[in-house]
């Protein structure tokens, strides 16, 4: 498994020590994932507030905007800290306001991987995920594509996103992978499978839409609990996933700074034995 060096710490591939409580930046964006934001100093304040209460990964995507996205966390935290990991992805391309089109072309991998390279403002990216497989393109090719990238020194790690069990055996006879990030929360645990599979080989598992976007039912155990530890239910539910797995890390996003203060508080809740067997009724 990734290690856990310190505590609420964990150590992605060989040297990616990063806490456990990220931040995915793709709420930064206008509506539907697309343009810019209203308000780009809140966006760039949000992004400073992150780091300075100890976030250390934060997750985007060149696809996020497009490109504003990572523009944003250029322009609010470079020169980056010693200590931070900006994780982003390729392989999505975008026509509009939520709509979402898979490209895995291993020439389209490489120009999307060189120009966030660009806007980032960095020699590689530390972490560059394939965002989901292209259904059009064979998943070798793509995940082959990242290979050849790591070897000319534009990325350090390679993770994947959007993935079944197959799939992560698929790259991992390619590369070596150190994150998988798919869909999972306390009331979706669809990518249990795949989970498990983190576990049994060390690799990191990094839940998106870790809140179940904002659509938790505030009432049975989980509001219970909440109250007990008088918390939220959306803390009770990333505190629940720090606890379900060692290899999970949870990238809860929002725009909000009083929201960025809560993801990261419900860090620091413990829940016990009991209070884990009466979630595992929320899904």
Known sequence: MPSAARAGMITIGPDLEVRRMGYGAMRLTGDGVWGPVADVDNAHAVLRAAVEMGVTLIDTANSYGPEVNEQYIHD????????????????MTRAGPSEWQRNGDPAHLRDECEASIKRLGVDAI???????????IPYAESVGALAELQREGKIQHIGISNVDSMQLEVASDIVE???VQNRFSISDRDSLEVLLACERHGIAFLPWFPLA??????????ASIADAHDATVYQIALAWLLARSPVIVPI????????????VAAAAIRLNESEMRALEVVA
């Open 76 to 91: 609010a935290l470079f020169p980056y800290a010693d200590d931070l990991v900006i994780a982003t992805k390729g392989g």
């Open 177 to 179: 992978v150190v994150s």
């Open 252 to 263: 809860p996003g929002t725009a909000s700074l009083a929201h960025l203060e809560e993801n």
């Open 213 to 222: 976007s904002g659509g938790l039912v505030d009432d049975g155990p989980l």
């Open 126 to 136: 530390q972490l560059y995920q394939l965002h989901a497989p292209d259904p059009q």
